[in-house]
C-alpha cells in the first residue's frame, strides 16, 4: 500500500519546520500527518545549506535525544554544533554521543549526510569522519 502526498499538509508541514514550530496537527496515522512530517523534514533541514563560500565551518553536526530514522521530528530535542575541520567535527560527534545524543553529521556548503546516525547505545566508532 502507497501512500500519496497531500500537497497542502505537506506545505503546512514545511512551513512549520522551516519555522522549527510544531505540533502536527493530523491524526498520528492519517496520511495528512505523513505529509506533514515529511514536509516539516523537508522545510527544518532548508536552513541548513550554507551559500557563503567563505564560511569557515564546513560541518554540522547534529545531536537528537531519540534515534532520527523512527522519531516523529517535533518529539526530537536538537543539538547544534558546527566545526571547521574533520577532527573538531569528530570530537564534538564523540562529546554528543558520550551524552546519550544519536548523532549526524552534514556538509554545511550542500547539506549531505556525511556520517551517521550514531547510535549511543553502541560504542563511539573509532573513525567518525
Known sequence: MGLTINATAWQQGFDAGKASTG???YTPTSNEAFSWSSGWIEGNAEGWIDTNPDTP???LIEARNK???TSHPE???RY???APTRDEAAYCAKIYLSR????EIYDTKTGELLAG???PDHPAP????
Do not use: D
Not at 546519550?100 to 548523532?103: L, N, R
Not at 573509532?126 to 569522519?129: A, H, Q, W
Open 117 to 119: 546516525p550514531f547510535s
Open 126 to 129: 573509532k573513525f567518525i569522519l
Open 23 to 25: 505540533p502536527c496537527p
Open 100 to 103: 546519550g545524543q544519536w548523532v
Open 75 to 77: 518529539r526530537l530535542t
Open 80 to 82: 547544534y554544533a558546527y
Open 67 to 69: 534515534n532520527p530514522n
Open 57 to 59: 565551518e564546513k560541518y
